[in-house]
């Protein structure tokens, strides 16, 4: 007989646009889920029968993408994909019009957007839960899946060293974000220029995560217990007349099989992928025998299922 969790009640029909939209008791509730669905909770069973995920893409996806379509698959739901070809978020028809159409039909809409006011504004007009499957200022379940993966290992977060190495982009955003729920000591090292989203820092700090910025990646290394990084030039970045700036101001950045040598030798190597081998990281770091980045990917799958289960139950 599967293993079977109760829905918590003060998740359902509620958005989910960023890490702190989970009080601390949520947020433990739904990492306990993901582990327990990836043990099998559910296996056979279908708590979301009948239930339609929209997904809508702006960006391109490979795990976003698959992770939802098959979690809703194996809750007994399913997912409609709409790329922004099709439907022309804000070009074709106004944001507002198309929550408004979106929620006679489906009970979720998942939506990888450029800008995060696109979600705020979905979020606005629909009143069906939608979920941040990424924007421009934040990456939360991807952060999910991460903590699931770094609690494999570290079973009890609180106090670790994670350090964060690279771009001051929407990863680094949501880490910051997640440092406040899972009492991490988190340490972001990006170069001048590229530091996360300062209101979102000022702001965990006023709740108390222990978060420490600089711009020196080996020191941050030394002797973490997770060692992070993300691509240099993000989604929507590609075209940017910077690129080439960019990536040589991120000289000495590139997480190397050395640089996983300084970190704890119990310690865990993570990455969002995709990666850009030869930019923040090489092949060699993907593949050491520290990386979890394969783990991680599978983990978008159980960490999504936890979430989808515990706001559409
Ligand atoms: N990490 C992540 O979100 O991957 P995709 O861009 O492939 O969805
Ligand atoms: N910072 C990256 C994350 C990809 C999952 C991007 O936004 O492209």
Redesign the pocket.
């Known amino acids: 007989m599967a293993e079977v969790i109760e829905p918590l009640t003060s998740l359902k029909g509620r958005d989910f646009l960023s890490n702190l939209d989970l009080s601390p008791a949520e947020y433990r509730a739904v990492l306990d889920t993901a582990h327990a669905m990836k043990r099998g909770a559910y296996r056979g069973l279908r708590p979301l029968e009948g239930q339609t995920l929209a997904m809508i893409f702006e ?7 698959t992770t939802f379509e098959v979690a809703m698959n194996q809750l007994g739901g399913h997912a409609v994909n709409l790329t922004n070809a099709e439907i022309g978020l804000g070009t074709r028809e106004p944001v507002r019009d198309i929550a408004l159409n979106l929620e006679r039909w489906v009970e979720g809409i998942m939506a ?1 957007v450029y800008l995060h006011s696109t979600l705020e504004e979905l979020a606005r007009y629909s009143s069906k839960p939608v979920i941040n ?2 924007s421009d200022l934040l ?1 939360p379940v ?1 952060l999910l899946a991460d903590y699931q993966t770094i609690e494999e290992t570290f079973p009890d977060t609180k106090g670790i060293r994670v350090a964060y190495i690279g771009d001051g982009n929407n990863m680094a955003n949501a880490h910051i974000q997640c440092a406040v729920l899972s009492g991490v000591k988190l340490t972001i090292a990006t170069p001048r220029g590229y530091e996360p989203n300062a209101i979102i820092y000022m702001e965990a700090l006023k709740l108390g995560a222990d978060i420490t910025l600089t711009h020196d990646p080996l020191e941050a290394a030394k002797g973490a217990q997770v060692l992070y990084t993300d691509v240099w030039v993000s ?1 929507g970045q590609e075209a940017e007349a910077s690129q080439r700036r960019k990536i040589k101001d991120f000289t000495g950045f590139q997480v190397t099989p050395a640089m996983l040598d300084l970190i704890d030798p119990d310690g865990i190597f993570l990455h ?3 990666a850009h081998y030869g930019e923040e990281v090489v092949e060699e770091a993907t593949l050491h025998k520290k990386s979890r980045v394969f783990d991680q ?1 599978e983990n ?1 799958l159980h960490a999504q299922k936890a979430l989808l289960y515990h706001l559409l139950s």
């Open positions: 960006k391109p996806s490979l795990r976003t993408r990888r499957g990424l990456h991807q989604m969002c992928l995709p990917a978008r």
